[in-house]
Nanobody, 125 residues
Framework: QVQLVESGGGLVQAGGSLRLSCAAS????????MGWFRQAPGKEREFVAT????????YYADSVKGRFTISRDNAKNTVYLQMNSLKPEDTAVYYC??????????????????WGPGTQVTVSS
């Protein structure tokens, strides 16, 4: 399995931006569909975005569509989440995850076999 570590979280004011990175170890990174999830206190982990093997296709939760952009650089074994126009309700621990398979639409947390430890994003109002 690929090993994942997120970075880039922090405290930002509403309307601001953050860019999360997720570095992967292992030579099979390009064979994983990658995703971002988030979990706020007292809530279940929820889907944010996924990206296909090549990076050509992406899929977003309605709550972040138009504000967040997922991308990947297979040469650097890294997946990114650019977050713009942040809102207080975006506050959560953000996790990157790897799915072994071609599907990138309609995936839930149980479909991902590799997870990072998470990075905290806090948006103040």
């Amino acid at each position: 399995q690929v090993q994942l570590v997120e970075s880039g979280g922090g405290l930002v004011q509403a309307g601001g931006s953050l860019r999360l990175s997720c570095a992967a170890s292992g030579h099979t990174f390009s064979s994983y569909v990658m995703g971002w999830f988030r979990q706020a206190p007292g809530k279940e982990r929820e889907f944010v975005a996924t990206i296909s093997w090549s990076g050509a296709s992406t899929y977003y939760a309605d709550s972040v569509k138009g504000r967040f952009t997922i991308s990947r650089d297979n040469a650097k074994n890294t997946v990114y989440l650019q977050m713009n126009s942040l809102k207080p309700e975006d506050t959560a621990v953000y996790y990157c995850a790897g799915h072994w398979g071609p599907d990138y639409i309609g995936l839930g947390p149980a479909d991902f076999i590799s997870w990072g430890p998470g990075t905290q994003v806090t948006v103040s109002s």
